[in-house]
């Protein structure tokens, strides 16, 4: 695949989607008592306030969904926020802290494990290793194999395969294709056909902040233009499979 | 470093011939050298507009099959001396261009040219995705209509993935818009897309909107490229356009009504 990145140097354009790759803190949890993870995170800020105000964050739930423990994200979000921590993404929730993440406004990512280069490892207390916070890349590079991170329109006529996630930062143009064994999020309007979970993954969603698709499928389920709602049409959708049938939920 | 700019569309009738002939006139009278070729082999008509169809010895073809030096096919323009004309052959097929032969004259022209512009024939076909392909800009022209948009999204795609550029995985060919035949009458009606709507669509940056005109196919039919009329409100749009290409900062015009009586502003508050 070779979507080269364009940069029109005209002067008076009003605005350009860019891609870029940036480190932000992550923060992975490891344990699901919230006043324990409460008074850790108190203590790291208070260690270094300056560089936590405003920050953003990315929470991981991997570990803790790992050991299959039932965990609450949103009192931990609120918490976040009244920290003055901005989080801006959740990596490997279950399904229902990615819904809870996405009604707070909060996108989902996908996390790499390795790599993690951690600059605040151990906490105060010995031996329990309860949070970290790590600096990882929180946006997909050319490193991970799983998503793939398109910055370009996808023209009339264009068919694009990912092995993982399906990330588009612009619009999905009418008669353009866009295919993925994982989840589909698509920052533009959606005008062509997007299939998700294509080698069945029922858990896969398509995520867009304009449905104006021509068919949209989860798993092989699937809806074409004439069955969208269009009481949802041209508004920001998630789309995700219930018992068999495709669910358009308003974002 | 001569820069190649293709004018492509997809869709034919565009406007793609009537802007190759005014953008390369008006790079050539600000002192550029520049060449303009006719890609629309068995269709030629770039030398009508350029009103050089009757000196019209050897042919693009030629060139291409050793029959002629580039310097005997090229027809120097009568009115700016910076402008060369390689026109089309009338007589052969859509084969007769190849790959080879087409980047051979390019790199050859590249020598001693500061714009070659490349006046591709409609269509997604192999005499369209030879213009294209040796492009560094990509001028594509659009009406307001679904179709047309449509077809330029489809060349979009095609610019992006099959072109010298897309395949060594060079910086991506640059993209304009070129809004042709607009008339802000017809969008009020709701009769043609906006210059807005078709912005959604495409993502594109906009370098011109020239309005439909009579002058235009005057011009076409005394062989004078529209924007040496200076009283044309399409040869003003494509003067604004060569300047914007060429970095000048200049606000766009004929994107609105001219007179905005009270029908007007009826619906342009809509
Ligand atoms: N701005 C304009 N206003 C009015 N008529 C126009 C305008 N631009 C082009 N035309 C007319 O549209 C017709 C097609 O123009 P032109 O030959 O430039 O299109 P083209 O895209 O090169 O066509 P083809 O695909 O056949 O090569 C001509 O008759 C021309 O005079
Ligand atoms: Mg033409």
């Known amino acids: 695949m070779s979507i080269a990145t364009k940069n029109p140097t005209i002067k008076n354009s009003v605005l350009e989607f860019k891609s870029t790759t940036f480190s932000v803190p992550v923060l992975a949890i490891y344990e699901t008592e919230l006043g324990h993870i409460k008074s850790l995170l108190k203590e790291k800020i208070s260690q270094a306030p300056e560089f936590f105000k405003n920050s953003p964050l990315v929470i991981d739930l991997q570990e803790i969904n790992r050991q299959e423990e039932a965990f609450d994200l949103l009192p931990l979000i609120d918490f976040l926020r009244e920290n003055k921590l901005i989080p801006i993404g959740l990596g490997g929730g279950n399904n229902k802290q990615n819904n809870l993440a996405i009604e707070q406004n909060i996108p989902l990512h996908t996390i790499r494990n390795s790599q993690a280069n951690k600059v605040v490892t151990q906490n105060t207390e010995k031996n329990k290793k309860d949070l970290v916070i790590n600096r990882r890349a929180a946006e997909p590079d050319t490193a991970i194999v799983e998503s793939m991170l398109i910055s370009q329109p996808i023209r009339s006529g264009q068919r694009i395969y990912a092995k993982g996630d399906l990330i588009i930062m612009s619009h999905v143009s009418a008669g353009a294709e866009v295919m993925a064994e994982g989840n589909i999020h698509v920052y533009g309007s959606l005008r062509g056909r997007a299939l998700a979970g294509v080698q069945g993954n029922k858990k896969s969603r398509v995520f867009c902040s304009s449905l104006q698709a021509e068919l949209i499928s989860i798993a092989g389920h699937y809806k074409t233009s004439e069955e969208l709602d269009k009481t949802e049409h041209n508004s920001p959708v998630q789309i995700y499979l219930q018992d068999q049938a495709l669910i358009i939920k308003e974002l | ?270």
């Open chain 2, 1 to 270: 470093m001569a820069r190649i700019i293709v004018v492509t569309s997809g869709k034919g009738g565009v406007g793609k011939t009537t802007t190759s002939a005014s953008i390369a006139m008006g790079l050539a009278k600000k002192g550029h050298k520049t060449a303009v070729i006719d890609f629309d082999v068995g269709l030629r008509n770039l030398d009508l507009i350029m009103g050089c169809e009757r000196r019209v010895v050897y042919d693009f073809v030629n060139v291409i099959n050793g029959e002629a030096t580039l310097n005997q096919a090229l027809i120097k323009d009568k009115r700016c001396n910076q402008l060369f004309i390689l026109p089309a052959s009338q007589t052969r097929d859509k084969d007769a261009l190849t790959q080879e032969g087409v980047g051979k004259i390019l790199d050859e022209l590249a020598k001693d040219f500061k714009y070659i512009i490349c006046d591709s024939p409609a269509g997604i076909e192999r005499g369209a995705n030879l213009a294209m392909y040796f492009a560094d800009d990509a001028f594509v022209v659009t009406n307001p209509e679904i179709s047309s948009v449509r077809d330029s999204d489809r060349m979009l795609g095609i610019l992006a993935s099959k072109s010298r550029r897309a395949e060594n995985n060079e910086e991506a060919i640059k993209e304009y818009l070129l809004l042709s035949r607009y008339s802000p009458e017809r969008v009020s009606l709701g009769e043609m897309l906006s210059v807005e709507d078709i912005q959604d669509i495409l993502s594109l940056h906009l370098l011109g909107v020239i309005p439909e005109a009579k002058s235009v196919l005057n011009a076409s039919n005394s062989g004078t490229p529209v924007i040496l009329d200076k009283e044309s409100t399409a040869g003003q749009a494509y003067e604004d356009i060569v300047a914007r290409y060429l970095g000048e900062d200049r606000p766009h015009r004929f994107i609105n009504e001219e007179k905005k009586g009270l029908f007007g502003k009826l619906f342009r508050s809509k």
